[in-house]
């Protein structure tokens, strides 16, 4: 088991330090009624729920697969979800940035109107929402599962190819005094081959569910 809030697990990973590769599942209470879900670390599985944690357990216990897959194994994603009410749309890579001193290299203009598309549907899932625009993209901050500061950015089609994803995402962490979070679909190799060429380092996966 692992001792503390969600908040203090993520930001023990941000700095490197994950919990004990013992096989096991912590349960937590959510941080927010909006986020519930499931964070995979080497061989440790974080459930972030305000369901009862003996239902977790014993859901977990029933999954037919390896023990170490339990928590992200497609059946027991969708007991989660029909217990809860929720849905889900993938499991995503979770990497992690510091910040880092220095201006962006790229310029960047803060977006100012409150229903910029990309801000109102940044709007949905995080608090404080910020967003900037560039020559051919815009890159948005919020704060989203347990406060965690996270990132996401859209690179136009005619601007693609030409190394603006990696710049927007590196811009992020120099915006940034704290750690940056991102969640990336593991198939959207672009994206992960960005952020990674941005410094930005996996730390696991998560499979989050969302309110209907």
Not at 182 to 198: K, L, T, Y
């Amino acid at each position: 088991m692992v001792a503390g809030t969600l908040r203090d697990i993520l930001d023990a990973a941000a700095r490197d330090v994950f919990p004990p590769p013992d096989g096991r599942t912590t349960v937590v209470p959510q941080a927010s009624h909006r986020d519930a879900g499931v964070l995979s670390f080497t061989a440790h599985s974080v459930v972030f729920t305000d369901e009862d944690p003996r239902w977790v357990r014993e859901a977990v216990r029933r999954t037919d697969c390896d023990a170490l897959a339990a928590t992200m194994n497609a059946r027991f994603l969708t007991a989660f979800m029909e217990r809860t009410g929720r849905r889900s749309e993938s499991v995503d890579a979770l990497l992690v940035g510091s910040p880092l001193p220095g201006e962006p290299s790229l310029a960047l203009e803060e977006i100012k109107e409150p229903d910029h598309p990309r801000v109102v549907y940044a709007r949905r899932r995080r608090d404080e929402v910020r967003a900037w625009a560039a020559d051919g993209g815009v890159l948005v901050l919020g704060r989203g599962v347990a406060g965690r500061l996270e990132v996401s950015v859209e690179v136009d089609e005619g601007a693609r190819q030409r190394g603006l994803g990696r710049r927007l995402v590196g811009a992020a962490r120099q915006l940034a005094a704290e750690p940056v979070w991102a969640q990336i679909a593991p198939g959207n190799a672009r994206s992960m081959r960005a952020f990674q060429a941005a410094g930005y380092l996996p730390v696991g996966a998560e499979a989050l569910l969302l309110l209907p």
